[in-house]
């Protein structure tokens, strides 16, 4: 029964900032290991940011640090990814995905290591 129910994204300019929300129910994100990945057209799906079932450690892919912040708002089941400075290549679809437990740091950022997904939600970014 646990459904990941995402928002945010659409059409923006380059350099701008916005943020994608992953909503939980149906299990506690304490205790869960979370992350997103995104998709771009022709390409594989790719690890973008994970942070750990503790919350007490975030990595990022080399193409979004220092850009891309995940965080966890416990209170409100909630996942987000705050995405600044924004480029043309950001532009994908980007998913929030869950798994109950903790993950090594190399299973969070393989994607079949999550058993549950968001519909994923699109992000175009025009120069």
């Known amino acids: 029964q646990v459904q990941l129910v995402q928002s945010g994204g659409g059409l923006m300019q380059a350099g701008v900032s916005t943020s994608l929300s992953c909503a939980v129910s149906?299990?506690?994100?304490?205790?869960?290991?979370m992350a997103w990945f995104r998709q771009a057209p022709g390409r594989e799906r790719e690890f973008v940011a994970s942070?750990?079932?503790?919350?007490?450690?975030?990595y990022y892919a080399d193409s979004v640090k220092g850009r891309f912040t995940i965080r966890r708002a416990n209170a409100e089941n909630t996942l987000y990814l705050e995405m600044n400075s924004l480029q043309p290549e950001d532009t994908a679809v980007y998913f929030c995905?869950?798994?109950?437990?903790?993950?090594?740091?190399?299973?969070?950022?393989?994607?079949?290591?999550?058993?549950?997904w968001g519909q994923g939600t699109q992000v175009t970014v025009s120069s």
């Open positions: 995905a869950a798994q109950p437990g903790r993950l090594t740091t190399e299973q969070a950022r393989a994607a079949d290591e999550y058993n549950y």
């Open positions: 149906g299990r506690s994100i304490s205790g869960t290991a």
């Open positions: 942070t750990s079932w503790t919350g007490n450690l975030r």
